[in-house]
């Protein structure tokens, strides 16, 4: 699944780059980046073009696919999300909650 979000990218960045154990001056220095800039895209505060992603990517050797990507969860782990999202709400936020799932199942059946 694709990663949209600049912020996650930026994380697995600074992840990834940690990993490799180079400052974000040298990662940019690599790849050819002002400090600033490279700084910037770990935030996520920037968007960037497909050129700077491959860039980085080279610079940290590693595939574009592992900055842009992440899995999606599994569903027993979705569910078990839903499910602790649905503990915290109220009583009638549960029954709403209940009864529009159950609309939704009963939709399905028909179609």
């Known amino acids: ?12 960045l600074l992840n990834i780059r940690k990993r490799t154990g180079l400052t974000q001056s040298e990662l940019a220095e690599a790849a050819n980046l002002s400090d600033r800039t490279y700084a910037d895209i770990e ?3 920037v968007n960037m073009r497909i050129e ?8 940290l050797h590693i595939t574009p696919d592992m900055v842009l990507t992440e899995e999606a969860p599994s569903l027993p782990a979705k569910q078990a999300e839903l ?5 915290q709400c109220t009583a009638q936020q ?6 529009l799932l159950a609309v939704y199942l009963r939709s399905l059946k028909q179609a």
């Open 1 to 12: 699944m694709l990663i949209f979000d600049l912020r996650a990218i930026g994380n697995k």
């Open 43 to 45: 935030r996520g505060t």
């Open 52 to 59: 700077t992603v491959l860039k980085i990517c080279d610079a």
């Open 83 to 87: 499910l602790a999202e649905l503990e």
């Open 94 to 99: 549960k029954e709403t909650a209940l009864e």
